[in-house]
Nanobody, 126 residues
Framework: QVHLVESGGGLVQAGGSLRLSCAAS????????MGWFRQAPGKEREFVAD????????DYADSVKGRFTISRENAKDTVYLQMNSLQPEDTAVYYC???????????????????WGQGTQVTVSS
């Protein structure tokens, strides 16, 4: 089992940047595939990015490709989401997710992940 805590959200102007962090508890962080999802008001939770256990492979939603970068530091039990060129449509609650049973790349669906953080709000003003 793993406990996830996101941080780094906030209010930023369009074109700005934020870096989200997700700190995981437990000694087996490196055994988890990690993902970032987001949910805007009135919308379903959607895939943003994921990263393999070693960090050598990543996958992105088309809407964020080229602007967002997912990375992880297994020594620090932390996964990051660097978000550049933010736009108002990126406004959402961002969640990190973990699962240790998934192959890579996993399906881009939230229901394949067993563990979730509480979320962090990202608001982009125009």
């Amino acid at each position: 089992q793993v406990h996830l805590v996101e941080s780094g959200g906030g209010l930023v102007q369009a074109g700005g940047s934020l870096r989200l962090s997700c700190a995981a508890s437990g000694r087996t962080f490196r055994s988890y595939v990690m993902g970032w999802f987001r949910q805007a008001p009135g919308k379903e939770r959607e895939f943003v990015a994921d990263i393999s256990r070693s960090g050598s492979s990543t996958d992105y939603a088309d809407s964020v490709k080229g602007r967002f970068t997912i990375s992880r530091e297994n020594a620090k039990d932390t996964v990051y989401l660097q978000m550049n060129s933010l736009q108002p449509e990126d406004t959402a609650v961002y969640y990190c997710a973990a699962d240790n049973d998934l192959g890579y790349p996993p399906p881009r669906r939230p229901n394949v992940y067993d563990y979730w953080g509480q979320g962090t709000q990202v608001t982009v003003s125009s």
